[in-house]
Nanobody, 128 residues
Framework: QVQLVESGGGSVQSGGSLRLSCAAS????????MGWFRQAPGQEREGVAA???????NYADSVRGRFTISQDSAKNTLYLQMNSLKPEDTAMYYC??????????????????????WGKGTLVTISS
């Protein structure tokens, strides 16, 4: 089993920045890819960014160029640096991990159906 705990959420004004962290523990050696997902009130969950053990990354079009996903293997921590935040980025952000990864056209997919482990989320609120 793998446990994931997110932190770093909060309330900031439009244009601001936040860095989310996700601490992984347990049988972390089984993890091959990780991702960030978000769900706004009344909306479906959407993929934000993903990364695999080879360092390949992918981003949703809505965040590309503003968000950066990274991982620190030594600290067993996944990060999401979020810059130029917009009110539409307001959501609960979830960290997820998988023992595999999915690719399409050579690109890493941000696929929630492939994720085996989920954190409980951290709330991000952006005011205009």
């Amino acid at each position: 089993q793998v446990q994931l705990v997110e932190s770093g959420g909060g309330s900031v004004q439009s244009g601001g920045s936040l860095r989310l962290s996700c601490a992984a523990s347990g049988y972390i050696y089984s993890i091959y890819s990780m991702g960030w997902f978000r769900q706004a009130p009344g909306q479906e969950r959407e993929g934000v960014a993903a990364i695999d053990n080879d360092g390949n990354t992918n981003y949703a079009d809505s965040v590309r160029g503003r968000f950066t996903i990274s991982q620190d293997s030594a600290k067993n921590t996944l990060y999401l640096q979020m810059n130029s935040l917009k009110p539409e980025d307001t959501a609960m952000y979830y960290c997820a991990a998988a023992t595999t990864a999915y690719y399409s056209g050579g690109y890493l997919k941000i696929a929630d159906y492939g994720m085996h482990y989920w954190g409980k989320g951290t709330l991000v609120t952006i005011s205009s």
